[in-house]
Each structure stands twice: as structure tokens, then as C-alpha cells.
Nanobody, 126 residues
Framework: QAQFVESGGTPVQAGAFLRLSCTASKTIIKDNAVGWYRQAPGKQRELVAVETPFGEKTYANFAEGRFTIWGDNTRGAVFLAMLNLKPEDTAVYYC????????????????????WGQGTQVTVSS
């Protein structure tokens, strides 16, 4: 399983900007869609954004218009820019390779299939 390394998280004040970075070995990122997730204390991990190798991007409702996902020129890394951070953005942020799967009820979703890294902590203070 792929091991991902996330970085860029730090304590910030509300309204700040952060850029998170996601890297992995070989061509794991280059060849796969990559999702950013976050998990706040006591809550389930939730999908933030996805970028495919073809440049397609999707965002969670809370991220639309405020967060941006993109890869570098060779797609050796995937980034998440977060603007106007809010206290509710406080969470551990993770990245992972994802695939578009269907459950037994024929609903489609982005499913992570790599090994989870340690994530990077983002803490936003008022």
C-alpha cells in the first residue's frame, strides 16, 4: 500500500491562508486521482477535495470557493490551498489515492485505497 506524507499544517488565526502538501513514492500520485480528507476531533474523516490525473477537480460543499486542489507540473505532489480559514477547519488533514466506486445501492463515491499517512494538523484560532 502507498504511504503518503502530508505537510504544511500549523496553528493559525482565523482568516489566514495555508498550503498543504502531499507526496508519495514513485508515480503513485501521478497515476491516480488524489483526495484530501480531514478529521476533526470526535468526528468522522470527511473528503475535502479530489483531483484526477486529467485535471478534473471536485470539492466538498464547505470547500467550494475557498479551498483549491492542484498538482505540480509533473504531478509529483498534490497541494491544497485553504483561504480564509475558520475555526471549524481545525482538523488533521490527510491525502490518499482515491477511486470512483459504487456501493451496493448503486451510489457512487470517491473511495481511498492507499495506506493512510500521519496527516498534518491544522488548528485555527478565533
Amino acid at each position: 500500500q502507498a504511504q503518503f506524507v502530508e505537510s504544511g499544517g500549523t496553528p493559525v488565526q482565523a482568516g489566514a491562508f495555508l498550503r498543504l502538501s502531499c507526496t508519495a513514492s514513485k508515480t503513485i500520485i501521478k497515476d491516480n486521482a488524489v483526495g484530501w480528507y480531514r478529521q476533526a476531533p470526535g468526528k468522522q474523516r470527511e473528503l475535502v477535495a479530489v483531483e484526477t490525473p486529467f485535471g478534473e477537480k471536485t470539492y466538498a460543499n464547505f470547500a467550494e470557493g475557498r479551498f483549491t486542489i492542484w498538482g505540480d507540473n509533473t504531478r509529483g505532489a498534490v497541494f491544497l490551498a485553504m483561504l480564509n480559514l475558520k475555526p471549524e477547519d481545525t482538523a488533521v488533514y490527510y491525502c490518499n489515492t482515491v477511486r470512483f466506486d459504487r456501493d451496493s445501492g448503486e451510489s457512487y463515491f470517491w473511495a481511498p485505497f492507499g495506506a493512510w499517512g500521519q496527516g498534518t494538523q491544522v488548528t485555527v484560532s478565533s
